[in-house]
């Protein structure tokens, strides 16, 4: 987290659309009304970048919760995926053990971990990481 982009600057084209799908999630919660789909459309003419039916929804309903929380910041969508980096090398630590000694599956998740394209997904709100902590 110490070397992510910050202060408004996402670095992929995709990363403030991500964030801005949790926002939209979590908008939605707190503004229940009785006409769900005009409130999505007049925020969508507010926020024309929104791509929630894009992607699975999924990681936005955590990032969602973390927004409510903490408040709405590229801070917390950069934690939210930081948290399923932590996600993916614990699961990737038990996955290992179950063919290997404790410390060759410490190892294997620290050496899968430090790569440098997965330790560059990790510091940025994208995807990548959290669909591979479900697959792990």
Same mark, same amino acid.
């Given at each position: 987290m110490a070397? =992510?982009?910050?202060?408004?600057?996402?670095?992929?084209?995709? +990363?403030p659309r991500h964030a801005l799908n949790g926002a939209f999630?979590?908008?939605l919660i707190v503004a229940v009304r009785r006409h769900p789909?005009?409130?999505?459309?007049?925020?969508?003419?507010?926020?024309?970048?929104? =791509?929630i039916l894009f992607y699975?929804?999924?990681?936005?309903?955590?990032?969602? +919760? +973390?927004f409510a929380v903490l408040g709405v910041t590229q801070f917390v969508a950069q934690a939210t995926v930081a948290l399923f980096?932590?996600?993916?090398?614990?699961?990737?630590?038990?996955l290992t053990r179950l063919w290997a =000694?404790?410390? +060759?599956?410490?190892?294997?998740?620290l050496m899968l971990m430090g790569m440098p394209e997965l330790a560059l997904w990790g510091?940025?709100?994208?995807?990548?990481?959290?669909?591979?902590?479900?697959?792990?």
């Open positions: 070397t =992510s982009p910050l202060g408004g600057d996402f670095a992929w084209s995709d +990363a999630l979590k908008d789909i005009a409130w999505a459309e007049t925020y969508y003419l507010h926020y024309p970048s929104l =791509s699975p929804p999924l990681f936005y309903v955590f990032e969602a +919760a +973390a980096y932590a996600l993916f090398g614990l699961g990737l630590y038990r =000694s404790r410390p +060759a599956a410490l190892g294997a998740a510091r940025q709100v994208m995807l990548d990481v959290p669909a591979m902590a479900w697959l792990v």
